[in-house]
C-alpha cells in the first residue's frame, strides 16, 4: 500500500548535471529517513545520499560537493541533484525511505523500484 516513485534517470554526458525525485504514496502514518542508493552493474547496493525529517544530510565520500540530497516534507518527496557527473556514477538508483504505516506499526524500510542513470560521452 506504500508506492515509492522515481522519476528522472537517462542519459548524461560526464561533467553533466541530472535530477532524481522520488514520491512516496499511500498509507504513510510517519515519514521518516529517505535516501538514495545505487547499484553498479557487479557491485552491492551502496548508500548516496540520506536525509532526516529535520534535513539533516549525509552524502557518500564518492559524491560529495557534487550531490545535493533535499526533501519536501509536505509533498513526501525526496530529491537528487547530480551535478559533475562522471562515468563511475553510472547505477541504477533506488529511492529509500523509513516510514510507519499506522501508528501500531513499527517503522519499515521501503523502496522504489529504481530508476537507471548511465554517464556516457
Known amino acids: 500500500q506504500v508506492q515509492l516513485v522515481e522519476s528522472g534517470g537517462g542519459l548524461v554526458q560526464p561533467g553533466g548535471s541530472l535530477s532524481l525525485s522520488c514520491a512516496a504514496s499511500g498509507r504513510i502514518f510517519s515519514l521518516n529517513d529517505m535516501g538514495w542508493y545505487r547499484q553498479a552493474p557487479g557491485k552491492e547496493r551502496e548508500l548516496v545520499a540520506s536525509?532526516?525529517?529535520?534535513?539533516?544530510?549525509n552524502y557518500a565520500d564518492s559524491v560529495k560537493g557534487r550531490f545535493t540530497i533535499s526533501r519536501d516534507n509536505a509533498a513526501k518527496t525526496v530529491y537528487l541533484q547530480m551535478n559533475s557527473l562522471k562515468p563511475e556514477d553510472t547505477a541504477v538508483y533506488y529511492c529509500?525511505?523509513?516510514?510507519?504505516?499506522?501508528?501500531?506499526?513499527?517503522?519499515?524500510?521501503?523502496w522504489g523500484k529504481g530508476t537507471l542513470v548511465t554517464v556516457s560521452s
Open positions: 536525509i532526516t525529517r529535520g534535513l539533516i544530510t
Open positions: 529509500n525511505a523509513n516510514l510507519r504505516t499506522t501508528v501500531y506499526r513499527s517503522a519499515m524500510d521501503y
